[in-house]
């Protein structure tokens, strides 16, 4: 489990978090949602040890996470697909995908993980050669999946994966992200696409200004009056 307590993150002036704490317990999806600027991408950032918290603690299995590099965390299982896609546009598809495993020394392993996120993704199983950067939006987003995916996590963060995409595209995304809790995989999601990210998470918090003003399960929260008014456009 993931367990975030008191939480407050600062940089450039702003005071970015102030006191959050929430759970992402094993083998759910617990999606965070908020307005531009409200700390969703922070809270994501601190967990990877991008930022530097001033105070609080995040622990992941009962062990500390503040100050420890970031390819330590890495190693207990957490991943991230980072907001933006971030794919290595002058790599191929494969080499992309190859680097998510750049810590793992099981080749063969590899191999067969490599077989299975193109069993998840077949489009880029077509495009396996072809340069990243030659994708389309959707295509780099599965390519982003994708490469968290071979690092083997058991935590995956995700930062806004439907952002500028295509309505049925974002319909595929959060079925992948379904399919890849479904095969054990804990998922915490960023996403301004509340009304989606809702429908398919088992718990959610609310993100106002760096403070958690509302929490419950995604369907709780999908008839919640302030929600829908704030978040889901009615």
Not at 34 to 39: D, L, Q, S
């Amino acid at each position: 489990m993931l367990k975030i307590e008191n939480l407050h993150v600062s940089y450039g002036g702003i005071h970015a978090l102030r006191g959050i704490s929430l759970e992402v317990p094993d083998g759910k999806i617990v999606t965070l949602i908020g307005a531009n600027g409200a700390g969703k991408s922070t809270t994501l950032r601190t967990i990877s040890g991008l930022i530097k918290a001033d105070s609080g603690s995040i622990t992941y299995d009962g062990e500390e996470l503040l100050g420890q590099p970031i390819y330590k965390i890495l190693e207990k299982g957490i991943a991230q697909v980072p907001e933006g896609r971030r794919v290595f546009t002058n790599l191929t598809v494969r080499e992309n995908l190859k680097i998510g495993a750049y810590l793992r020394k099981d080749k063969a392993e590899i191999e067969k993980d490599l077989n299975w996120v193109y069993s998840l993704f077949p489009r880029l199983k077509e495009r396996d050669w072809q340069l990243a950067g030659t994708l389309s939006g959707g295509e780099q987003q599965m390519l982003a999946v994708g490469r968290a995916l071979m690092s083997r996590p058991r935590l995956m963060m995700m930062d806004e994966p439907s952002l500028g995409l295509a309505p049925l595209v974002v319909k595929g995304i959060f079925e992948i992200i379904r399919e890849i809790n479904a095969q054990g995989v804990t998922v915490l999601l960023i996403e301004q696409n509340a009304n989606m990210a809702l429908k398919t998470a088992d718990y959610a918090y609310v993100l106002e200004t760096g403070l958690i003003t509302l929490s419950g399960t995604g369907r709780e929260l999908l008839v919640n009056e302030d929600v829908k008014r704030a978040y889901l456009g009615s």
